[in-house]
């Protein structure tokens, strides 16, 4: 199997190449195009590419032999661009990621690691996007959601020639992979981050010249449902969400591993 991974951190993410190096480890063949820097919160935009490059890199040393590329626009133009332009040989599934942060609730609308795995399914690939739990100055244990990836690639195969249909995975940030308490198959919580937002003025009063200052209330965020991805991440479990860019009514049952 041939796999394009991308992403949204950028092509210097340590998440991408852990991504990477845990499709080869499957034993897929894997190739690379992401954005040149970070292009989060780009959902599914494909913008005017006028005065755009892309520029073939050097991977790191143990993914010898790899083509890899970057490419200064956004993650759907990474995967439209792999798709389309023949840099690449023809790609079998499409995996995003290793995103640092979680995608889910409402912010699988806003993500760009979610939108490049989304525009891989509507070209008729199973797709998968990749995210890890963000906390704070801790180090990210990429190596866990890598071990994660890894474990999944078989549902690949499980969702090939189905509707489109993303895999949105959100891994607990653990420090190893002995620590999950398993995967689960999770729908979307209703977490939406509009409600969690505090935004002040300074100086107050009139807008005009204002500066604007976003607070994220963590403290307001209520507990989640453990059959939400949201809650079975904050419970330790590795989220498996199937998403569909199109609705037909079909279920997506998935056989996940036990751990």
Known sequence: MHILA????????PGLWALA????????????VAPAEEQSAMSMALPPQANRELRAIIPPAEFDGMLAFAHNGSPVACVTIAMLSGVLPPIDAVVSGINRGLNSGTNVMLSGTVGA??????WGLPAMA?????RGPE????HTAAYAAQRLFPLLAQIRGQAPVVLNVNVPHVASPAELR???QTR???FFFGHYLDIALTPPGPAERAQIAFHFARERIPEFALDTDDGAVLAGYVSVTPLRPMIDGSPVRLELPDQ
């Open 117 to 122: 795995a989304m525009i891989g399914a509507m």
């Open 139 to 142: 180090p990210m244990p990429w």
């Open 188 to 190: 979307l919580s209703e």
């Open 182 to 184: 398993g995967f689960r």
């Open 21 to 32: 190096g845990a499709m080869r480890a499957a034993g897929a063949q894997v190739s690379v």
């Open 6 to 13: 991308t992403n949204d951190d950028g092509i210097d993410s």
């Open 130 to 134: 990749v995210s890890l739990q963000y």
